[in-house]
């Protein structure tokens, strides 16, 4: 474990996981001992990640399901920390986020309620430099007032006073494990958000559904720099096209007739 910081103030850092085994550890090794507290809820792992986690924390819980926001709200109510640091299994905190964070928090007159720090996404073995994966993050923020929106994906962070300060350092991202889960992860977020959208009362339908995959294709590819990219870029714009396809391709779905196959 890393030596415990000489921060004055408290850190509790939190993860929700589920089957994690493969690159938890990497996580864990790059927080655990520098933060206050990890603070870990497990949704029913069958490859073993409690045992690795239990090797970094004691505050383990195994827990079921309710969804993307109300899971981080429940591991919220356990963090006992001054400041919040809410990261995944996929990312680590390399040793210059780990001391700008340091600076920052114990900074005298400090104002800020939130800190943002750039994404360094790595896809297919490099760093994307351009388009919504670099964007920086909401990660770390005051514990007093904060919550989650209970919503099953996307959830996002409510705060009583939101006052946003820039990292420099960068978080490193590993989100995919492969081609397949790439795809597989975006096709999962886009019909849980076309299920939501569905249960507030929106629907879709299949031409707005294939404008989209064109129109956010452009935006990563051209609007954000995604050709500078190179070839990982114009893959990632194409997912990023596929993925808003699915989100409105499934909502329509969702408001198709319902009553299943004749008899």
């Known amino acids: 474990m890393l ?3 000489t921060r004055r103030t408290t850190l509790s850092v939190m993860m929700i996981v589920r089957d994690e085994a493969d690159r938890i550890e990497a996580c864990l090794a790059s927080v655990a001992g520098w933060a206050d507290e ?13 045992d690795i986690v239990r090797r970094y924390t004691d505050k383990l819980w195994i827990t079921d399901w309710p969804g993307y926001g109300p899971q981080r709200n429940r591991a919220l109510a356990h963090c006992t920390g001054e400041w919040i640091f809410s990261i995944d299994a996929d990312e680590v905190v390399p040793p210059a986020l780990r001391e700008e964070i340091d600076r920052v928090l114990d900074e005298p007159g400090r104002d800020c309620t939130v800190l943002k720090m750039p994404w360094q996404t790595v896809f297919f073995g490099k760093p994307l430099k351009h388009g919504r994966y670099t964007s920086p993050q909401a990660k770390i923020f005051v514990r007093e007032g904060a919550s989650y ?13 939101r006052k946003v ?12 494990r492969s081609y397949q889960h790439v795809q597989e992860k975006h096709l999962k977020y886009g019909c849980l958000l076309a299920q939501q959208k569905f249960e507030r009362g929106r629907r879709g339908n299949l031409p707005y559904a294939a404008l989209r995959f064109v129109t956010d294709f452009l935006q990563q590819y051209l609007l954000r720099g995604g050709f500078l990219d ?11 096209g596929q993925y808003a396809f699915h989100k409105y391709a499934a909502l329509w779905a969702l408001g198709t007739d319902r009553r299943g196959p004749p008899r």
Do not use: C, N
């Open 3 to 5: 030596p415990r910081s």
């Open 230 to 240: 190179g070839s990982r870029g114009f893959l990632m714009a194409l997912i990023l």
């Open 38 to 50: 990890v603070v870990v809820l497990d949704s029913g792992s069958t490859d073993g990640t409690p």
């Open 165 to 176: 300060r820039v990292l420099k350092a960068p978080l490193v991202h590993y989100s995919w």
């Open 149 to 161: 929106r209970p919503d099953q994906v996307h959830e996002s962070l409510l705060m009583p006073r």
